[in-house]
């Protein structure tokens, strides 16, 4: 399988963790940099969080720091604490970790990659799109430099997660989302779809983290993901949201698509959801269906192959 040169656009974030243990797990997916933008929880502390699990994964990747505000220069006013707790992992206890952020921002980074790896280069988005409508706006020819944009966000025929017609990560920059689907680069919307058909539990999890050097860590902050489900689903499971954007990079052929044009709405009380036009010509596709036995299937292998070995 040809390998992909990959940066990690990411506010960690439970489900995040649990997306970069897959990628660093991912032998086709060669990844060049993580960057953080706000979203689980604020800039100072996503950043914070990246760093730990760059160690904690044993990643040896730089780190950079992303906006601290919206694209169009408002502020955050509050973070989703009752999913991911206040430290925005499950507030279990945070490891040590060692290493700083890079002095390079996020935005100039991708940039810089996106030069140096033209035409090759896709990114892995799974929090606001933020970072990527700022290098947009600051580099005219920067989209045009990707050979990919996967995103964990949005919905199309699923209601929202924030408000009946947006998910979390769009609605928290829908002005990004659209400056991103504008450009017409090549974008694959990994959303509600499918995120929500498959499901980890703790009996799942179990076999696949317990017993690694950060298992119990793991399986710790993923108790504080549970708990939130059962206290509003009353189910004792979990949609896996980042991580299926993940799957799709390296195993695209577990994923029912349909191809189009995305746009975002920004006003109103439809702000945030995300606006999917069917053409067979169009740029963007939309996830709308998933094997999710073999998604499972394939994460679990995938850990066990290689921190297991």
Do not use: W
Not at 35 to 63: H, K, S, W
Not at 87 to 100: A, M, N, R, T
């Amino acid at each position: 399988m040809t390998e992909k040169h990959v940066v990690f656009d990411t506010d960690p974030g439970i489900d995040d963790a649990m997306a970069l243990l897959y990628l660093n797990a991912c032998e086709n997916l060669k990844l060049h940099a993580i960057t953080t933008i706000l979203g689980n929880a604020d800039i100072e502390q996503c950043t914070r969080n990246a760093l730990i699990l760059r160690d904690l994964f044993r990643i040896d990747v730089p780190v950079y720091k992303g906006s601290a505000i919206h694209i169009n220069g408002t502020e955050p006013d509050d973070y989703p604490d009752f999913v991911h707790g206040a430290d925005g992992l499950g507030d279990v206890g945070l490891p040590e970790y060692s290493g700083d952020i890079e002095r390079e921002d996020a935005v100039s980074a991708l940039i810089d990659l996106s030069k140096k790896h033209e035409g090759e280069l896709v990114i892995l988005a799974v929090g606001r799109l933020t970072n990527l409508a700022l290098a947009v706006q600051q580099d005219d020819g920067f989209a045009g430099r990707l050979q990919e944009i996967i995103i964990m966000g949005g919905a199309y025929q699923h209601p929202g997660n924030v408000t009946p017609f947006a998910e979390a990560n769009i609605i928290g920059d829908p002005e990004a989302a659209e400056i991103v689907f504008r450009t017409e680069t090549p974008l694959t919307m990994v959303g509600l779809d499918v995120t929500t058909q498959t499901r980890m539990s703790h009996e799942y999890l179990e076999p696949v983290v317990g017993g690694l050097a950060f298992g119990d860590f793991l399986l710790a902050i993923n108790r504080t993901y549970a708990d939130y489900h059962v206290r509003t689903e009353d189910r004792h499971d979990f949609p896996v949201h980042d991580s299926s954007a993940l799957v799709y990079a390296t195993r695209p052929d577990l994923f029912e698509t349909v191809t189009g044009h995305l746009s975002c709405t920004a006003e109103g009380e439809e702000r945030g959801r995300t606006v999917f036009r069917e053409d067979a010509n169009g740029p963007h596709k939309v996830c709308i269906n998933i094997d999710s036995n073999a998604m499972l299937e394939e994460y679990g292998q995938r850990i066990a192959s290689f921190y297991r070995g």
